[in-house]
């Protein structure tokens, strides 16, 4: 058993998908409308979907924009280097929303970006201890 994907609903899907490609570096996998339903599903990840988990982008034609509620937490990412993640992601016209640092009461180097629609990445550096890849 694996993870395949994580689901997010957002308001404008080009946008997101420019998001997620052109400041986080991830890759358009496919993208696909359906008129009867009304909706436009794109996936964008890392790697091959057959052997790594992507994100599901859900477009509902019909709705601009979410309630993010306080259910979410955020989607985290490996990176090599926070500091140097948060310039790139700045420099690309990302929002930084937490600035790189030590975690409170940890060791642990991280940051948060927001996409377009509020939801929070965190970075984290390296390999995370403690945690088995």
Known sequence: MRILHTMLRVGDL????????????????????YPEGRFTLAFVGY?????????????????????LGDGYGHIAIEVLDVYKACEQIKAAGGKVVREAGPMKHG????????????YRIELLSGRTPGVAR
Request: negative net charge.
């Open 14 to 33: 080009d946008a997101s998908i420019a998001f997620y490609t052109e400041v986080l570096g991830m890759t358009l996998l496919r993208r696909k409308d």
């Open 47 to 67: 790697g091959n979907e057959d052997d790594q988990a992507v994100l599901e982008l859900t477009h509902n034609w019909d709705t601009a924009r979410y309630d």
């Open 107 to 118: 060791s642990s180097i991280l940051a948060f970006v927001e996409d377009p629609d509020g």
